[in-house]
């Protein structure tokens, strides 16, 4: 027989053991729950009718999205002739400091500005994406007063940007709405850049870098067109779909996993195919709201548990299954990069940042030694003749 004392104490462990288990579930249901509700929204490209949407408006941490705004100024500083494909990237000493995702490269690299796209865009490296800001505007400060002067150009009223590359700041901040609509306008404006976004890989002489959104050769029409993360921001994703004449954009915000982003974009994008969605708004003619503040995702997403329970995998070997996906086909279409091979000239912005004390502080000029001359029997100073110094009076006794 167990004692009294006993069977109460087991009773009691019982009963604290089911209460933190209800607790974990609960805060599990909570935290699945918010990545599900998390904002998303469906856009036909060619009409503008949205199709689908929940809190598209609020605000949310971009991550790489960010570099959607940096490519677009950046086609915009080519179209106005300000620097060129085929100008120099330069590789600076704050570029070379950017943390992962990155190329590596040694402060002072050369690369062209096709080149630094094609990395910005499929490889989402963050050193290459400050260098090409620079090479654009000189310098950071200026290049993201470009970017936030475009965002209220393009009518992004939830958006706002500090950095190049999207490396975390309370003060960056964007919207699934925002988002989609950038880029739907790189897509209508610079449809001559499209392969940037479709393709799948990249490749130098020695290797190969995937890209980050595994919807590309394993969603039917598929085509563009970024991803980003950060633990503050969850695994975002603005994604591009062509079939038939039907072209839509989708974004997701703040998922779990990459895979979780990349079935939820696919499962959006196949209701738009099916056409069975009625229109819920219009992107470009209706007037957008002021957004929630952005929420951090770390306490969801960063934890031990999360990133042990995640499945992450490169691009180029992700397996997905998915009902929404189809198995990976076989990588085309890859793009070639190298260092150097420029042909083009730097951007007066650059120059100007790179030169700007030219002309302000006066060279030096080799002063004149002075001997000691006995003239009538009084000492006087007298330069030594120097080529091309300028001459200096004298002092003669009166």
């Not at 494909?85 to 050369?110: C, N």
């Not at 470009?284 to 503040?293: A, D, E, H, I, L």
């Not at 091979?341 to 650059?350: H, L, P, V």
Request: glycine share 8%; with cysteine; aromatic share 8%.
């Amino acid at each position: 027989m167990i004692p009294i004392q006993n069977l109460n104490g087991n009773i009691a462990l019982l009963k604290s053991i089911f209460k933190m288990l209800f607790i974990y579930i609960g805060l599990l249901a909570t935290a699945t729950m918010a990545i599900a509700a998390n904002p998303h929204i469906l856009v036909d490209v060619n009409s503008g009718e949205i199709l689908s949407q929940s809190g598209a408006n609020d605000r949310w941490y971009p991550a790489s999205l960010t570099k959607l705004m940096t490519v677009y100024i950046t086609f915009r500083a080519i179209a106005a002739g300000e620097l060129e494909e085929g100008s120099p990237v330069i590789i600076s000493k704050l570029a070379s400091r950017q943390p992962p995702s990155k190329m590596g490269y040694k402060a002072g690299t050369r690369i062209r500005v096709d080149t630094a796209l094609k990395i910005t865009v499929v490889k989402s490296a963050n050193d290459v994406s400050v260098a090409l800001a620079e090479a654009v505007a000189g310098n950071m400060k200026n290049f993201v007063a470009r970017m936030n002067k475009e965002a209220r150009r393009l009518g992004l009223i939830n958006t706002h940007f500090v950095n190049s590359n999207g490396l975390h700041s309370k003060d960056q901040y964007s919207s699934a709405r925002d988002m989609v609509f950038l880029s739907a306008q790189i897509l209508r404006e610079f449809p001559r850049y499209a392969y940037l976004f479709a393709a799948p890989t990249l490749k130098t002489a020695k290797k190969s870098y995937y890209s980050y959104n595994l919807l590309l050769e394993r969603f039917p029409g598929a085509n563009g067109m970024k991803t980003g993360f950060v633990c503050a921001s969850g695994y975002n994703m603005v994604a591009s779909a062509k079939r038939g004449g039907k072209f839509l954009l989708a974004a997701v915000m703040g998922r779990a996993s990459q895979t979780e982003r990349a079935v939820a974009a696919a499962k959006l994008l196949t209701k738009g195919f099916e056409g069975n969605l009625s229109s819920t708004g219009n992107l470009y003619t209706g007037t957008p709201s002021k957004g929630r503040k952005a929420k951090n995702m770390r306490p969801i997403i960063c934890t031990p548990q999360a990133r042990k329970k995640r499945y992450d995998p490169a691009g180029g070997k992700a397996v997905i299954k998915s009902a929404y996906l189809i198995k990976q086909a076989k990588f085309g279409n890859a793009l070639k990069i190298k260092v150097g091979g420029i042909d083009g000239k730097t951007s007066d912005a650059y120059l100007s940042q790179k030169y700007r004390f030219a002309g302000k502080i006066p060279v030096p000029i080799k002063r004149p030694r002075y001997v000691l001359l006995n003239v009538d029997g009084d000492e006087i100073a007298k330069p030594i003749a120097i080529r091309g110094a300028i001459p200096v009076p004298v002092y003669r006794p009166g």
